[in-house]
């Protein structure tokens, strides 16, 4: 069985497990740690070292994928919504391969999580425009188109009130976070979804929404009241599908 390791590095938890290719499904558990306090580049590699240790694959030759909250251009990151700063214009890729000893495949989270849905879930042969949006800690998005990514979409920093892209980026206002934090009702959240798939809606006319992260668990709870005319479904992979998208990219 052709496999890879994912590992899918989020504002709030690191989750990694192996992958069938295949598939695209977890041949292992899910192992997950919390996201290191500050989540600071020495920290996050400590993290990332711990759960493929708890895998068992610290030392495996299998491709290996890591995604990441953030712009990633050319191994770089360029953005730290919900990370430490110094992430920022930092060589990621390059500081994970020398901790790790290895090589890896890095990529953004909410674009892994796009490209597993695309080959292997809720995308699985979409025609035209897809984009799928991650609800959790911010909101992450992916566009495929025929099922190819244009990577580092960023649609979690649409601004909602007009004024500066850290203050006032949706996602501190629609992502899933925000529901908790505010404890929310799943109807005063869904208002609040509307305004941003209205707006994305409007923007790229789009084919396909496909609605990832913890939260798509519970579509019933929030799809139905939403009022769009793109058809708009739930990820097949929910919070595995960072997981299953790197290592697949990895194993390319
Ligand atoms: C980051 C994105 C990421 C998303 C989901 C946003 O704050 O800017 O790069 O994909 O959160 O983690």
Redesign the pocket.
């Known amino acids: 069985m052709a496999q890879a390791i994912g590992v899918d590095i989020?504002?709030t938890g690191i989750k990694a497990g192996i992958v069938d290719l295949e598939h695209g499904t977890l041949s292992s558990d899910r192992v997950r740690v919390p996201t290191p306090k500050g989540a600071s580049p020495d920290d996050v590699l400590t993290a990332v070292k711990e759960v493929l240790d708890t895998l068992g694959v610290a030392e495996s030759t299998l491709p290996l994928g890591v995604a990441f909250?953030?712009?990633v251009k050319y191994g770089k990151t360029l953005?730290a919504?919900?990370v430490s700063p110094d992430w920022i214009g930092f060589e990621a890729e390059a500081f994970f391969e020398k901790g790790l000893g290895r090589e890896i495949h890095f990529v953004?989270?909410?674009?892994a999580a796009g490209v597993a849905e695309a080959r292997h879930g809720a995308a699985r042969d979409a025609r035209g425009l897809t984009i799928v949006a991650?609800l959790?800690?911010?909101?992450?998005?992916a566009f495929l188109y025929n099922g190819v990514l244009v990577p580092n979409t960023?649609l979690?920093?649409l601004l909602y009130d007009g004024t500066s892209v850290e203050d006032a980026?949706i996602?501190k206002w629609t992502a899933y976070s925000a529901m908790e934090r505010e404890q929310l009702s799943w109807e005063e959240w869904s208002a609040r979804l509307q305004v941003f798939f209205a707006h994305v809606e409007f923007l790229f006319s789009p084919d396909l929404f496909v609605v990832g992260g913890g939260v798509s668990k519970h579509p019933e709870k929030f799809l139905p009241l939403l009022d769009l005319n793109t058809p708009i479904v739930a990820a097949v992979h929910r919070n595995s599908a960072g997981i299953i998208g790197a290592a697949s990219l990895a194993a390319d």
């Open positions: 989020g504002g909250p953030a712009i953005s919504a919900n953004n989270d909410a674009d991650t959790g800690t911010g909101i992450g998005s960023e979690g920093h980026s996602e």
